[in-house]
């Protein structure tokens, strides 16, 4: 490979220089940063293919700053720098993220080696991308993959209502698929030749979500060099998916709900309003319902958007359609990475079938797609599926699966004898509020739908005394 672009972060300005000419005397462009500032600078303005970085900066952790990049540029491949004093650090710096480690002083041929490894792994994930691109929005019904019967009901209902202009509320669970179907009707839509602009409010902090929806004019805000185009612009004569709609403030709603009746937005700090010709397709994981019960949710937005409601079932409710979503991935990732995998072992085919699945069709698509990059063989095994979760020969649950089926249950008891109150719930398992935070999150349970159960109160062991059952 060559033309490809190389960041190099070092402290040492003899280092940087012997490895700018080693790497642009092998082709490559390569820019050169000795602190985090110089290189969170060079990483806003040009897209790179690598990053070079010593572990050991003079005013600053490595790690740290390794930890950093990566959050913000996940797909980018990184590569450390160490002295042969540190190799315990590089290693935990593999742990948090980093492609490789290189020791000082290193050769040519060894420099040479790891990066050519590096880029080589993010052009396959570059590639998986693509495909992913392609099974996800490839337009048409065939991509709804499933016989079950729920299944069948959604692409009757898409049918009826693709070719109206109604509004569209989809609720589901995490992963089962709520903006492919969102795809699917806009595809079979009067709009399709529109565009179509998807975008989830669990991703936009509240204090910018109506700058997202409705765009702002310049100088708004004091670092803004000029407007932005907000999303119902960006979807003009097409169609916008706005999932997570549940995670928004009433003020906001109340916006939404006029542009939705008027057809007109107003970006933030403009006097004028903009017509706009968008068609609004909304999703959930929580039941907007309650949400309305609760207060949390306009009552009028809900009737507004409640027009045709779309349930998207958990892939743990449609277990006979598991086998055919599972082959329908494999043959797209073989297809991609060129192997020749003719299926699945009768054990992986009946492990998958058992398994609970909490991430669904996403966590499936995830494990096929690993499994194809690992195995060497021309049948996927339960180990190529499950790889680091200790599955067991038979259809005995795992640990893993077992801790997390009695962590969620501990979690949903907790809820209902403290009515969906969070601080009484971690005082009953002697936690922290944050921790309990982090389970309701891993597990999507929504705390609000506890609120009305009644239930006689019973004694809950505290999360130490949990964990020393599991």
């Not at 065939?142 to 959604?154: A, L, S, T, V, Y």
Request: charged fraction near 25%; aromatic fraction near 8%.
């Amino acid at each position: 490979m060559s033309g490809e672009k190389i960041l190099v972060i070092d402290d040492d300005t003899n280092i940087l220089e012997v490895i700018r000419m080693r790497l642009q005397s092998w082709g490559y462009y390569v820019s050169i940063a000795r602190d985090g500032q110089e290189a969170k600078a060079a990483l806003s303005t040009t897209s790179f293919h690598l990053a070079i970085i010593d572990l050991r900066l003079s005013e600053e952790d490595g790690i740290e700053l390794m930890e950093e990049i990566i959050r913000c540029h996940p797909g980018l491949p990184i590569i450390i720098l160490t002295a042969h004093g540190s190799i315990e650090s590089a290693v935990e710096a593999m742990r948090k993220g980093a492609y490789s480690y290189i020791t000082k002083p290193f050769n040519n041929e060894d420099l040479s080696l790891h990066i050519t490894n590096a880029l080589e792994k993010q052009q396959v994930i570059k590639e998986i991308r693509h495909l992913r691109s392609q099974l996800d929005e490839r337009n048409g019904f065939q991509q709804i993959i499933g016989n079950d019967h729920q299944i069948q009901k959604i692409i009757e209902q898409i049918s009826r209502i693709a070719k109206t202009d109604c509004n569209v509320s989809i609720y589901g669970e995490s992963g089962t698929g709520k903006e492919l179907i969102a795809r699917v009707i806009h595809s079979n839509s009067n709009r399709s030749k529109g565009p179509f602009v998807a975008a989830s409010f669990s991703e936009i902090p509240h204090e910018l979500q109506e700058e997202a929806l409705f765009g702002c004019i310049r100088a708004i805000r004091t670092n803004a060099k000029g407007g932005s185009e907000g999303l119902f612009v960006q979807a003009d004569t097409g169609t916008i998916f706005l999932d997570e709609i549940g995670n928004t403030s009433t003020t906001l709603q109340t916006k939404l709900l006029k542009a939705l009746q008027e057809g007109f937005i107003k970006p933030v700090g403009s006097a004028k309003s903009v017509k706009v010709d968008v068609r609004v397709i909304f999703a959930s994981t929580v039941d907007l319902e309650k949400a309305v019960n609760h207060g949390t949710f306009r009552r009028d937005l809900f009737y507004k958007i409640h027009v045709a409601p779309i349930c998207v079932p958990p892939l743990r409710e449609r277990r006979d359609d598991i086998p055919l979503l599972a082959t329908y991935f494999l043959k797209g990732f073989c297809k991609i990475l060129k192997k020749d995998i003719i299926g699945f072992t009768p054990a992986a085919l009946q492990r998958m079938t058992l398994y609970h699945w909490p991430g669904n069709v996403i966590e499936l698509q995830n494990k096929i797609e690993h499994a194809v990059i690992m195995t060497n063989d021309n049948v996927i095994s339960t180990e190529d599926i499950f790889a680091g979760t200790h599955v067991l020969k038979n259809t005995f649950n795992s640990y893993k699966d077992a801790k997390e089926r009695f962590e969620r249950e501990y979690l949903e008891n907790l809820l209902k004898i403290s009515k969906g109150n969070v601080s009484s719930a971690a005082k009953m398992a002697n936690r922290y509020r944050a921790d309990i935070y982090k389970l309701i999150k891993k597990y999507h349970i929504d705390p609000e739908s506890y609120k009305d159960n009644l239930l006689p109160p019973k004694d809950v062991p505290n999360y130490s005394t949990y964990l020393r059952h599991v």
